[in-house]
């Protein structure tokens, strides 16, 4: 079965310092992933995604991504964070099977940045 | 602006209370997906759909049910609550092209007493 990993629940940062989201899946072939972000009171939007082509991706707000194929990892960064950072972060992966998605999300990490 | 739609943010119900849990989407999208969201355990996947009067089982489909009579419209059914489904329900949709980001609607958070 898939899966997705985020290995860190919660980070507490300070602004300006640098941030790093790990992300792992477990399934090979064909692998589109995401990462998502919800922000205090406000519902699920798409920070990124990869399909295919160049393995570094950028989002909005600065953010950026970087798919290793040989370690199976799509870890998130930003080089310095602001307090509106501060939400919690989702990645996800979907693999076609059957002729219909198969979409699998990670338990979440959530950044406190502090002024 | 695209968007997904949740008939109610918050819903307090009675045990053994049947549930019903409205999504509406304006996208033409022919997939959509009914998760429910807990701390520590991030979004898990009940139900989904991918055309109308399809559906799939999820990860976590007991005690749920669901309906998609229209492409737009897919209810989430609790055919008689418990407290343990007290959560936060999110219903998503997207595009069965080869580019399935997912849209996500504001989230449904029911307690269950």
């Known amino acids: 079965a898939q899966s997705v990993s985020q290995h860190n629940h919660h980070v507490i940062l300070s602004e300006a310092a640098s941030l790093e989201l790990g992300c792992n899946y477990s399934?090979?072939?064909?692998?589109?992933l995401f990462w998502y972000v919800q922000y205090p009171g406000q519902h699920l939007q798409l920070l990124l995604k990869y399909f295919s082509g160049d393995p570094l991706v950028k989002g909005i707000k600065g953010f950026e991504a970087e798919f290793i194929k040989s370690k199976f990892s799509f870890n998130l960064r930003k080089p310095s964070v602001q307090w509106s950072d501060t939400a919690e972060y989702f990645c996800?992966?979907?693999?076609?099977?059957?002729?219909?998605?198969?979409?699998?999300f990670g338990t979440g990490t959530k950044l406190q940045v502090i002024p | 602006d695209v968007k997904v739609t949740q008939s109610s943010r918050y819903l307090v119900k009675r045990t053994g209370e049947k549930v019903f849990l409205e999504c509406v989407q304006d996208?033409?999208?022919?997939?959509m997906f009914w998760y429910r969201q807990d701390p520590g355990l991030g979004l898990r996947l009940i139900y989904f759909?991918?055309?109308?009067?399809?559906?799939e089982k999820g990860d976590i489909p007991e005690g749920y049910s669901v309906s998609r009579e229209k492409k737009e419209r897919f209810s989430l059914i609790l055919e008689s609550a418990s407290t343990n489904q007290t959560s936060m329900y999110l219903c998503?949709?997207?595009?069965?092209?080869?580019?399935?980001?997912?849209?996500f609607g504001p989230g449904t958070r029911l307690t269950v007493l």
């Open positions: 996208m033409d999208h022919e997939n």
């Open positions: 759909s991918y055309d109308v009067k399809m559906k």
């Open positions: 399934y090979g072939g064909t692998v589109n």
């Open positions: 996800a992966g979907v693999r076609f099977s059957g002729g219909y998605q198969k979409v699998t």
């Open positions: 998503a949709s997207s595009s069965p092209s080869s580019r399935p980001e997912q849209f």
